[in-house]
């Protein structure tokens, strides 16, 4: 039977743990071990990703990300009335431990009842959250499901995410002409100034219902006094519409050597890369049957919403794996402002351990 007050706790104590991306050792140590006292066998892959088993045929897949976004240090959970909150400091760190705690919570129950696992690989991944690049690394000649229920969407676990888009990064490097900036600002070319131009040139925010566009990060200049050389500028282009996807690339280069044009003693590069495919659920995918059959056993109303985000369920869907995302009682992902409905965590808990029951 699950536990509310463990539940609760198992979550509490998760969050306490620092593990920003790249820092997963500890919070994996904790998690590897939870997961050997219930009885299944564990294994960390080349990448660090954390794998749990009982073997068998047609094995389940239950997945969540162990890394969280900053700032997610020295988090400090509290109650208040049904919520966990932060101390708005920092991120409360449920995205996406709310997800990790109800499947810890589920085995949990399932073992302390007595029963014997089904056919099961539990993958807690690394790196989620810096592009998904723990799944991308994760190696799969370990697994062997084919249906993957992945815990990281926002909002309850009735919320299942009915498509994703294709996200495209850029790294876009200029590089000007450094001088003094007060005794010969003349013979400088401000790699800041060429920056702002580009940047006035590109699309900004949402261009429709399906695309969206954004400027992360702009780095550069080395001193007060100097006429700045270099900059850098991170960002991010997204659509479930592939042309869409084409039109931006088109237009970024179209920007591009209109810049280079008016600043020929420049230097402007610019790198693409996709970090995750688009994808749309069908009605009749197995993974979707799979958790519509557990919610309803439940009683629990389903509603399917589209994402603007990725998760390591793009990257199981590109290795072959029929996989859905639900949500995880998390809201306000990425802020300080961010909090678990307990409610809802309760019902993530509930319908992991079915899906068990139902195997």
């Known amino acids: 039977m699950i536990n509310r007050e463990r539940l609760i706790n198992t979550f509490c104590e998760l969050v306490k743990i620092d593990s920003p991306s790249g820092e997963e050792e500890v919070i994996r140590s904790l998690l590897e071990k939870k997961l050997t006292d219930v009885g299944l066998d564990t294994l960390i892959d080349d990448y660090g990703n954390l794998i749990a088993k009982k073997d068998g045929p047609n094995p389940i897949l239950l997945s969540a990300h162990m890394d969280t976004v900053e700032p997610g240090r020295n988090i400090k959970p509290s109650i208040k009335k049904d919520r966990i ?25 399932f073992h302390e009842d007595g029963l014997d696992f089904p056919p099961l690989e539990i993958v807690l991944t690394r790196e989620e959250e810096i592009g998904l ?93 100097t006429v700045a050389e270099n900059v850098n500028i991170k960002g991010e282009f997204r659509s479930t519409n592939i042309e869409n996807l084409d039109e931006i690339r088109n237009q970024i280069d179209i920007i591009l050597n209109k810049i280079r044009n008016k600043y020929p003693e420049s230097e402007i590069t610019n790198h693409l890369h996709v970090e995750f495919e688009t994808y749309n659920i069908s009605d009749n995918e197995p993974a979707l049957l799979t958790i519509k059959a557990a919610l309803n056993s439940l ?30 009682a998390d809201h306000g992902m990425h802020t300080v402002r961010e909090y678990v409905t307990i409610p809802d965590l309760i019902d993530a808990a509930h319908v992991c351990e079915t899906l068990l029951r139902s195997k």
């Open 85 to 109: 909150i932060s101390d708005g400091t920092t991120i409360l760190g449920g995205d996406c431990k709310a997800g990790v705690s109800a499947i810890i919570e589920a085995v949990e129950s």
């Open 299 to 328: 009683g629990l109303p389903i509603e399917m919403k589209a994402s603007g985000g990725g998760t390591d369920g793009n990257v199981f869907r590109l290795n072959g794996i029929s996989a859905v995302v639900v949500g995880m």
């Open 133 to 225: 690049v723990g799944a991308r690394n994760l190696d799969f000649s370990l697994i062997h499901s084919k249906l993957a229920i992945v815990f990281d969407g926002e909002g309850p676990v009735s919320q299942i995410t009915s498509s994703s888009p294709s996200y495209v990064g850029f790294d876009m490097a200029i590089k000007g002409i450094s001088a003094h900036a007060g005794a010969e600002p003349e013979k400088g070319l401000s790699a800041i100034k060429i920056a702002g131009d580009l940047i006035s040139e590109l699309p900004q925010g949402r261009l429709d219902k399906n695309t969206t566009f954004n400027i992360g990060t702009i780095e550069g200049g080395s001193v007060r006094n």
